[in-house]
């Protein structure tokens, strides 16, 4: 079983940055494949960003790709996903994800077993 807490959210302008954390815990953090998925309302869950178990190789959705990070520290039990020049598109609950089979990493929330809470992320014109 993993438990996952996600935090960092919250009401910004046009442009702001966020650094969103999702801490993990009750397994080996390292062995994780991770992701970032959000959901707006009225809309379905996408698919944000990834990072490998392994390899710390990442995916990121094309909405996000160049204004986004995602990365880990291991030591922590950490997954932290940095938003730069964030637009009022960007505007939803953030989840974090685990717990694909075989720690692949994919763009699929049906895939992942464990999820967290989320956290809002709101961004004003």
């Known amino acids: 079983q993993v438990q996952l807490v996600e935090s960092g959210g919250g009401l910004v302008q046009t442009g702001d940055s966020l650094r969103l954390s999702c801490a993990a815990s009750g397994r080996t953090f390292s062995r994780l494949s991770m992701a970032w998925f959000r959901q707006a309302p009225g809309k379905e869950r996408e698919f944000v960003a990834g990072i490998h178990r392994d390899s710390n190789s990442t995916q990121y959705a094309n909405s996000v790709d160049g204004r986004f990070t995602i990365s880990r520290d291991n030591a922590e039990n950490t997954v932290y996903l940095q938003m730069n020049s964030l637009k009022p598109e960007d505007t939803a609950v953030y989840y974090c994800?685990?717990?694909?089979?075989?720690?692949?990493?994919?763009?699929?929330?049906?895939?992942?077993?464990?999820w967290g809470r989320g956290t809002q992320v709101t961004v004003s014109p």
């Open positions: 994800a685990t717990g694909s089979p075989l720690g692949i990493l994919t763009d699929v929330a049906l895939r992942y077993t464990y």
